[in-house]
């Protein structure tokens, strides 16, 4: 019902900033929670941070808590993740998924995400 493109992740140094962007395509991406998820190489996929369908409310990982921010824009059919402070070990696959819901409830777990993009590599350098 939806397709995900994430776009840009890369290479930065330790300390550095990255923001990442998720576009949907559709006419119905307000009714989608969102979410962002990293896979780092041999370790299982795991939360980042979601946000609701209107924006209103957010839930991030402690792991990420006071570096990394997400919000979305409706209007133009992306949900941003904007990482600060970034460290080694953000280094990962980060992945943009979607929840097609009426309510508006943060969906945090990965089990209840249905559509998901192809993932993008951020890479932090010591």
């Known amino acids: 019902q939806v397709q995900l493109v994430e776009s840009g992740g890369g290479l930065v140094q330790a300390g550095g900033s990255l923001r990442l962007s998720c576009a949907a395509s559709g006419r119905t991406f307000s009714r989608y929670a969102m979410g962002w998820f990293r896979q780092a190489p041999g370790k299982e996929r795991e939360f980042v941070a979601a946000i609701s369908r209107s924006g209103g409310s957010t839930n991030v990982a402690e792991s990420v808590k006071g570096r990394f921010t997400i919000s979305r824009d409706n209007a133009k059919n992306t949900v941003y993740l904007q990482m600060n402070i970034l460290k080694p070990e953000d280094t990962a696959v980060y992945y943009c998924?979607?929840?097609?819901?009426?309510?508006?409830?943060?969906?945090?777990?990965?089990?209840?995400?249905?559509?998901w993009g192809q993932g993008t590599q951020v890479t932090v350098s010591a």
């Open positions: 998924a979607g929840h097609l819901t009426r309510t508006m409830a943060v969906v945090s777990r990965l089990e209840e995400y249905d559509y």
